[in-house]
């Protein structure tokens, strides 16, 4: 039986005009490897997803997008909630459990055991998985992967330890879908109150919303207040929401033009949505947790808010 990275190397090799690579895990080197058996002409569309814990743990390399950037035809997506490994050039697709690692693909002296099937494109499910993907996804530029490399850096030196909620709960019932969550928590400040243990000091409501955004966002716990916001920060970017507005502000907007745009995407479409209350919870958010990329100016009583530069 031929070993996964056999397998995705003979997939590479015969790509003609697309090239799919979706994987939460990609290391450098496997990533290199891979992409030296991929013609110059064929287009390359990678999705994965970015926590600066596990990029600190070393278990996925953001460098990959160095080489992304200066391929022609080629694209990097985000999604954070990603878990699904699916490989796919044209019309040949293979799925499994295999991260693009050299452990992973059975590179390495002690290689993970592994396995990756080959599948029909075709197939319903494919094309149903693929379209919802990218739904769900946040394409990386240069201002994401500058902050996000930056919280990376921060992180090196006190890399948390990953451990259980300060209280038993399930937190799958209670997270928001990936594709329409906005925060609940309407004064971010106290997010990390709820974080850090101190739920005497929040309200019911205020409980409940942490506990739900706190989930939404997995964040690790052990992280030092400033190393909480920042990490919040390079979450946020990666949601397609927060990320379809950070685009629209790129140039300035009154505070109902962006109530506008919140009413027109699927979040609106989710029960007990207000768009007004959305935008005043967003904006907050935005303001707090990335106060060097956002800008709120009142002038005439009106709110103009934008990103920065």
Known sequence: ??????????????????????????????????????????????VTRWRPDEIVAGVSDIEIW??????????????????AKVYRA??????????????????SRQ?????????SSDHQDVKSFEAELMIG???VDESIY??????????????????????????????TKHEVWV???RHPEKLFVGYSGKWDQLSVTSSVAVYSDLATLEVP??????????????????????????????TPQRFGAVRGLLESLPCSKEPDFSPTEAWQTLMRWLIYFLPERYVLHQPNHSEIFARKG
């Open 137 to 139: 996804c946040v394409q």
């Open 111 to 119: 290689p993970n055991f592994e396995f990756l099937l080959a599948v």
């Open 221 to 250: 716990q052990g992280l030092s207040k400033n190393d909480f916001e920042r990490y919040i920060g390079a979450m946020l970017l990666q949601k397609p929401i927060i990320r379809q507005v950070d685009e629209f502000v790129s």
């Open 1 to 46: 039986m031929l070993s996964p990275g056999s397998q995705l190397e003979a997939l590479c090799r015969g790509a003609q005009q697309q090239l799919l690579l979706v994987a939460p895990f990609i290391k450098l080197g496997a990533f290199k490897r891979l992409i030296s058996e991929l013609s110059a002409q064929v287009s390359l569309t990678c």
């Open 183 to 185: 925060p609940k928590l």
């Open 146 to 175: 500058d902050y996000v490399k930056q919280v990376v850096e921060d992180f090196e030196d006190v890399m948390p330890i990953i451990a259980s909620p300060p209280i038993d709960i399930d937190f799958s019932v209670i997270a």
């Open 66 to 83: 160095q080489i992304i950037k200066n391929r022609p035809n080629s694209s990097l997506w985000l999604r954070s909630n990603l878990h």
């Open 90 to 107: 044209d019309t040949s697709c293979l799925v499994g459990s295999a991260n693009l690692t050299d452990t992973a693909l059975g590179w």
